[in-house]
């Protein structure tokens, strides 16, 4: 049994000189690093390579469960012609497949011995799942995952034993239910917090929030389309919840499950040195106001990045003007990158990058990443539009393409 290319060049570039003809006798360290790197089902599989591999692979502290990989090497030949021809396994066989996947994972967790640091679960769901729920009571058990991503397509609800995994320090959520919070719970190591396609509400998001006291890194990759709004809550009552945040990216329509937005907030993120906008749209008339009043509230901010929102998703609406005196006192004085992606000719973004480049008195790195429909010449004049607009920096960089 050979291991994949990738753990094989590890393990040749690991061997030591002193014994190149024995490639099964390394360290325990390196061994587990070269397993952690491998599938699941790969990884139990150099059991057979010696009596020393046998048994090193139920003692790895990293586990990860793809559904998609899952046997993928033995799925094409189980399906029928009628499957094959419209690449579309039957109902049935989705489900045998899945039954599979429990079961290995079980086995696996049953087998195991040693700490779990690490545990991934990426597959298709549809509402609750008590295979799910009986896993994350496995780990509660363990008590030992610091770092837990359940990436899934559909919704999964999560359990109550979900929110007892106090040890976690990283969390990341695709595609979870948060409609069940237990009255107090405290995840109390948790520094970098993960949240895509989160259906839940924004009171429940906020307790979420304020439970991680400790959250150094945020993402969070929702809006009002899974977040319901009810109305209680504040764009300064979601920055209250994050005090010592060094890292934010979130979509731009968050926002509008805060509304209305106060012109200034009575928290200052002192700590935030790296802030994300997804969906950025700046036809808009909240996309301004919105930006300023985090980037007031962010006296230390060192890098912005904006990914403006592809031209075909933005509508049919006027784009809205704005006036820029009324931005006129911010000021980024320790901003040293700025990045901004699918960026056009719309005068509102020029009118931004303009208003930032003269409040940035430090800023070192500026790179624009232009729409793919604009021609040479096109490219050419915006290009001459930013190199020729003032600039508070003298060491400024300009990078576009």
């Not at 967790?109 to 545990?119: A, R, S, V």
């Not at 977040?227 to 329509?253: H, K, M």
């Amino acid at each position: 049994m050979l291991l994949p290319v990738v753990a094989g060049s590890l393990l040749a570039a690991s061997l030591p000189v002193c014994f190149p003809n024995k490639p099964y006798q390394l360290p325990v360290g390196i061994i587990e690093t070269i397993l952690c790197l491998l599938p699941i089902q790969e990884a139990a599989r150099t059991s057979i390579l010696s009596r020393e591999w046998k048994y090193h692979w139920i003692k790895i502290p990293k586990l990860a469960f793809i559904e998609d990989t899952f046997q993928e090497s033995t799925d094409w030949g189980e399906l029928s012609v009628l499957e094959q021809t419209f690449d579309q396994p039957s109902h049935r066989k989705v489900m045998t497949k899945r039954c599979k996947l429990f079961y290995a994972i079980y086995q696996v967790l049953l087998t195991h011995q040693g700490p779990i640091h690490e545990f991934a679960l990426c597959m298709q769901v549809d509402g609750s799942c008590v295979e799910i729920d009986h896993i994350i009571l496995h780990l509660l058990k363990k008590n030992t995952v610091k770092i837990l991503k359940l990436d899934f397509n559909g919704s999964y609800t999560l359990p109550l034993s979900f929110f007892s995994l106090h040890q976690l320090t990283d969390l990341y959520l695709n595609d979870c239910v948060l409609d069940h919070q237990p009255s107090s719970y405290v995840f109390g190591s948790l520094t970098t917090l993960n949240l895509q396609e989160i259906w839940t509400n924004e009171k429940a998001l906020l307790r979420l929030l304020s439970s991680c006291p400790l959250l150094k890194r945020l993402t969070i990759l929702s809006d009002d389309g899974t977040i319901d709004v009810t109305g209680d809550s504040t764009i300064a009552d979601l920055i209250e919840c994050v005090p010592v945040i060094e890292y934010l990216s979130i979509w731009f329509f968050i926002y509008s499950c805060f509304l209305p937005l106060p012109k200034e907030l009575p928290t200052t993120l002192v700590h935030l040195k790296y802030l994300c906008m997804e969906c950025v749209c700046f036809i808009h008339e909240d996309l301004l106001p919105f930006l300023v009043l985090l980037i007031r509230s962010s006296p230390n901010l060192e890098k912005l990045k904006l990914e403006i929102l592809d031209e075909e998703l933005r509508g049919e609406n006027e784009p809205c003007s704005y006036t820029l005196e009324d931005y006129s006192d911010i000021m980024l004085g320790h901003l040293n990158d700025l990045e901004i992606l699918h960026f056009s000719k719309e005068e509102n973004e020029l009118a931004v990058v303009k208003l930032i480049l003269a409040k940035s008195p430090v800023l070192k790195n500026v790179r624009i990443l232009l729409c793919d429909q604009f021609d040479k010449d096109e490219k050419l004049k915006i290009s001459k539009i930013l190199l020729s607009s003032p600039c508070a920096s003298p060491v400024v960089k300009f990078i576009v393409s």
